[in-house]
């Protein structure tokens, strides 16, 4: 392969891994505490607790990898907040180099550092996030974000990356015996990396992850894209109501399955139900994850109120987690309205 082709094709698979792993935002910390602020998206209140904590003790583990979590998370544009975070997770790492949850926050703040580096940057990035994953696996192997997120690490990166679709399965058939419902979330992200959509959608139908943090996020993420799948590339409206139907039904305090349901509606050219459907969405959980005011910006310009177009795409732009994916579009439509 030309070599400019190679780092062309290398930098937008960076990208799409980027996109793809996703932060796991639950089951990183064992301490009560965090975890509950860590699922409820609560960083700034975490970092002042583990602030606090590390003044007390020093040797708190669990508070020294949630300082380096919120001051990764708060704010990713904000460059000294990052690198104060990667500084955090070094220390933690050093400090307690037995813990898996030190291994866990540094792959999150190098993972985060993806989203807007160079080609080159980002391949290392990409390499120490595999290091560090593989760590927490091997110092923690119940650890369900480790061996998640290392599994689409596996299916995501091409082989020159270090990716590997039978290294994806090992870590499946690690855990098919002991915890049937993780191995059940692997397999259909194994599933969807073959463009096996049947089998990825009977996987997560199968999927019973009770109460299980970490198992529930993925499950949304997961039948996010399957859904995805079959409402744009497989052309398939109707499923794809199904399923995020289903996800709503499923976990109905969470914003995707009506995100979800809005974006069918946009498509079926149906703009009151995806606004209403889009609205819904913007006050449950999770919503900060999902580009709502961008398809809401295009579901109004369609309707043809440029004012509250304008102002939903601004709001979206103006989001520290505004979904990478969206922003040009977004930016290209406001443009747009002058």
């Known amino acids: 392969m ?24 639950a089951s990183i910390f064992k301490d009560p505490q965090f975890e509950s602020l860590a699922e409820a998206g609560k960083y700034a209140e975490m970092e002042q607790q583990a602030q606090a904590r590390l003044k007390s003790n020093a040797a708190d583990v669990q508070a020294s990898a949630a300082l380096a979590l919120a001051l990764s998370v708060t704010d990713p544009d904000d460059g000294k907040r990052m690198e104060a975070g990667a500084k955090q997770a070094k220390q933690c790492v050093e400090q307690h180099p037995t813990a898996a949850v030190c291994q866990l926050v540094r792959a999150q703040n190098l993972y985060l550092q993806m989203s807007d580096a160079g080609m080159f940057k980002a ?31 596996y299916l995501y990166a091409p082989g020159v990356l270090g990716g590997s679709t039978a290294k994806a399965k090992e870590l499946e058939a690690a855990v098919r ?12 992200y194994i599933a969807a990396d073959a463009k096996k959509w049947n089998d990825m959608e009977s996987e997560l139908a199968a999927l019973k992850p009770g109460k299980d943090a970490a198992l529930l996020e993925e499950a949304r993420a997961a039948t996010m894209q399957l859904a995805t799948h079959y409402l744009k590339d497989a ?29 069918v509606h946009a498509e079926a050219g149906q703009t009151d139900e995806a606004l209403r459907y889009f609205e819904k969405a913007k006050t449950l959980a999770g919503a900060d994850e999902l580009p709502i005011d961008h398809r809401l910006g295009d579901v109004l310009l369609a309707k043809g109120d440029k004012a509250q177009a304008k102002a939903a795409y601004e709001r979206f732009l103006k989001s520290k987690r505004a979904n990478p994916n969206n922003v040009d579009a977004a930016r290209k439509s406001l443009a747009s309205l002058g």
């Open 2 to 25: 030309h070599e400019r082709a190679f780092w062309i094709r290398t930098s937008l698979t960076a990208a799409a891994l980027w996109a793809g792993l996703g932060l796991a935002q």
């Open 123 to 153: 391949v290392r990035l990409m390499d120490g996030v595999k290091e560090a994953l593989n760590r927490a696996l091997e110092l923690d192997p119940s650890s369900f974000v480790a061996r998640v997120q290392l599994t689409k690490l």
């Open 177 to 188: 015996s002991s915890q049937p419902e993780q191995a059940k979330l692997l397999r259909a």
């Open 235 to 263: 052309k398939e409206p109707a499923k794809a109501k199904a399923i995020f139907e289903s996800l709503q039904r499923e976990q109905p305090t969470y914003a995707h399955g009506a995100y979800g349901l809005g974006r």
